[in-house]
């Protein structure tokens, strides 16, 4: 028999983690005030909230640690990153931050002026939410098969080049740049092909604009490029990656997603004039140019999980894991998006819950009844994350109503998405019980869905 594939590591320390019964969990949820983000941690079985600074670190990153540089200036471990991180993506200028979104709001500040609009595929949540705090406005242009939760395609999170190039013709003066997300969080964890990124780099070179990329998932976005596009099969994933970001003039970085750490940011620029505007921004809301909001040890293990993130076993081991999830749930009847996404599996929840009304938050309803069956927290993207018009004030209903169960990296065993895949089995079976969802009592002007509280309809 051919040897399964396995993951290229073992399990040093553990963390116990205890289950619990359904009448705790139904009086824990209630008291949560049917928001997920309020449950405290041990009221939590199986936490796929997100795979955001949620990952194990390797011993190898706990002994890079000890090694951190600490100096308030000219840190040695600020200098080994910045060689990292230009080895691997090419961007000579650095700018350390305390997370991804730091990283918008630095860059951003020296872009985007009121007025100001912002194409690009499917933006993340705090790249729209720091888009239209500046009285911007964030241009969905992703490909129409994106939000068509069961068309197969492989690179759902690619741009659509006439919707990009009609946006560019129209608003030329007010376009400042075009960001892309790789992989695309929003639209279901989706990769964009390089052919795609070359393309829009034409036509943004045609129109003189420069390119960002929100780069929190690259390594997966490149596994994907290499799997999934011909002319990239069997190549270096770091000869990949070069490549991916060679179109690129600057890099705004999660370091809690791929570069497996636990908090950190990067912006990461290629040219001098750009990094010289941006440190003003930098040195006022993250800290000094070298370190940016994170200790010397923080640089140290995000350099580490850089190199680590971007071993092809370990994207293998990585996208194999989530994809047993999905194809678990898929065999159990669950509506899964398809394909499935680097980092997480999404449920289609208008086809798992048909009987709740979108103005009944179908996609928060299921996340409700997973934590309910089997203490699993999970994330709602549909309605609520969509928030409301910023002109009009009414709810903004996106294509897809989903939940999103984001795998953390090198933390959950086989048998965890097993379990997961029986209690959202378990969920489906009894769906055509649920036929009413929540109601808001309370929620914040922006990111509503952190903090919003509920009520069951
Ligand atoms: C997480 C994420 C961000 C924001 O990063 P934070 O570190 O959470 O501030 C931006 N873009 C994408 C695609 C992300 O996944």
């Known amino acids: 028999m051919k040897l399964p594939f396995a ?60 090694t951190g540089d600490e100096s308030y200036a000219g840190s040695r471990s600020f200098d080994q990153l910045r060689d990292t991180v230009e080895e691997l993506t090419g961007f000579r200028y650095l700018l350390p931050t305390h997370q991804g979104r730091a990283a918008e709001n630095v860059l951003f500040s020296t872009l985007i002026k009121a007025g100001d609009r912002i194409p690009g595929n499917a933006h993340f949540d705090t790249t729209k939410g720091h888009i239209e705090f500046r009285k911007a406005m964030a241009v969905d242009c992703t490909i129409a098969e994106a939000s068509d939760p069961t068309c197969i395609h492989p690179f759902k999170g690619n741009v659509d080049l006439a919707k990009l190039r009609s946006e560019l013709e129209n608003h030329r003066d007010r376009i400042p740049f075009i960001i892309i997300t790789a992989t695309c969080n929003t639209a279901g964890g989706q990769p964009v092909s390089i052919r795609n990124i070359r393309e829009v780099h034409g036509i943004a070179r045609e129109f003189g604009k420069p390119m960002v990329i929100d780069a929190a998932r690259f390594a997966e976005n490149a596994w994907f490029i290499r799997e999934r596009e011909p002319a990239y099969s069997g190549r270096p994933m770091r000869e990949i990656i070069l490549e991916m970001f060679s179109y690129f003039d600057a890099m705004t970085f999660s370091a809690k997603k791929d570069a497996i750490v636990n908090i950190g940011g990067l912006l990461a620029l290629r040219d001098a004039d750009w990094y010289q505007k941006a440190s003003v921004f930098n040195i006022m809301f993250e800290g000094y140019l070298t370190y940016g909001g994170q200790a010397g040890r923080d640089l140290a293990a995000l350099a580490q999980g850089l190199r680590e993130s971007t071993e092809p076993e370990y994207l293998e081991a990585r996208i194999q894991q989530v994809a047993w999830l999905g194809q678990r749930m898929k065999e159990f009847g669950v509506p899964v998006l398809e394909p499935f996404g680097g980092h997480a599996i999404f449920v289609d929840a ?68 097993d379990y997961v895949a029986v209690a959202a089995a378990n969920v489906m079976e009894r769906a055509e019980k649920i036929t009413s969802g929540y109601n808001i009592v309370r929620e914040a002007p922006i990111l509503r869905h952190f903090t919003v509280e509920l009520e069951p309809a």
């Open 7 to 66: 993951e290229p590591y073992k399990s040093k320390t553990i963390e116990i983690i205890r289950t619990s019964s359904p009448a705790e969990r139904e009086r824990w949820i209630r008291d949560a005030r049917y928001n997920l983000f309020n449950l405290p941690s041990d009221q939590v079985y199986i936490d796929l909230l997100t795979d955001s600074g949620t990952g194990a670190l390797s011993d190898r990153q706990w002994a890079a640690m000890m």
């Open 350 to 417: 208008l086809r798992a819950l048909p009987l709740v009304s979108r103005e009944q938050f179908p996609a928060q309803t299921l996340a409700i009844e997973l934590y309910k069956e089997g203490g699993i927290r999970t994330a709602e993207i549909g309605t609520l994350m969509a928030d409301r018009d910023p002109i009009s004030g009414q709810n903004r209903y996106p294509a897809l109503e989903m939940v999103r169960l984001a795998i953390p990296r090198r933390v959950y065993s086989q048998n965890h998405m």
